[in-house]
């Protein structure tokens, strides 16, 4: 009786090894080669048929006006409690970006659009549209809030990625310093921002952290008071928790 017992509690321990492995190893290996690959497939792309005139196409690919529009967050219903991966405005499932910002021919939320590298880090990463866990962080992409501007334009272009596990490419975002560069490459044109502040931590709804002119609701001291050109980096913190977010504000230099 006794041996089957331990055989029994052996057996579970070898199982929960094995969900553990999988979750945080085979989870990363998957997510970070599918990202690779997306940004093999875009740059190879973008390289071959470059756009004929950026006039008057937006930086994802559809048609817009010569101004630059600042676009307010769309904030979407809530996600289940104690989910791990939420960012700081917890998206609705498979959200998608439909900002007038958006590309008009991307009919997926997983339809990924841009680049993002950040030197310090060592990151390249594709960007997709939406934050759904499903369809877009979960396989290691990082995430365009809907309703957040576009690259490059006045307004916030805020992002969401896994601070743990699938790919996990804003692992260490809590690394980054102020003056540290950020750059977004798209069809189009590349842009660069500089890191310029960083909430340590918030409330998980916290949504004036990706407002157009970015200002946290709980920490009023951390913001901005006059229109930009934006970029928001969230994530969850501190690592293995989703108990609060970490955000990294940089500022378009180029």
Not at 102 to 113: E, K, L, R, W, Y
Not at 120 to 126: D, H, I, N, W
Request: glycine letters at 8%; a positive charge; aromatic letters at 8%.
């Amino acid at each position: 009786m006794l041996w089957i017992a331990a055989e029994t509690v052996v057996t579970c321990g070898v199982v929960v090894l094995l969900l553990v492995v999988h979750q945080l190893w085979w989870t990363n290996q998957q997510a970070r080669a599918e990202a690779l690959q997306q940004v093999r497939v875009l740059e190879r792309e973008w390289d071959i048929s470059p756009p004929a005139s950026t006039a008057n196409t937006s930086d994802t690919g559809s048609p817009t006006s010569t101004g630059a529009p600042s676009v307010e967050p769309v904030v979407p219903p809530a996600a289940s409690p104690g989910d791990p991966a939420r960012p700081t405005v917890d998206p609705a499932p498979d959200a998608r970006d439909t900002s007038p910002s958006s590309s008009a021919s991307s009919s997926a939320s997983s339809s990924a659009f841009a680049v993002l590298r950040i030197p310090r880090l060592g990151l390249t990463v594709p960007v997709a549209h939406g934050v759904s866990k499903r369809s877009v962080l979960d396989k290691g992409y990082v995430g365009h809030y809907p309703g957040t501007a576009a690259p490059g334009r006045v307004g916030n272009f805020a992002l969401a990625g896994h601070r743990n596990t699938h790919g996990e490419p804003f692992r260490y975002i809590n690394r980054l310093a102020r003056g540290d560069l950020i750059s977004v490459r798209t069809r189009g044109a590349t842009y660069t921002y500089r890191v310029d502040r960083i909430l340590p931590r918030t409330a998980p709804r916290d949504v004036g952290v990706v407002r157009a002119v970015p200002r946290s609701i709980v920490s009023p001291s951390y913001g901005y008071d006059a229109p930009g050109a934006y970029l928001t980096l969230t994530t969850c913190t501190p690592e293995f928790s989703s108990a609060y977010r970490l955000v990294v504000w940089a500022k378009l230099v180029s």
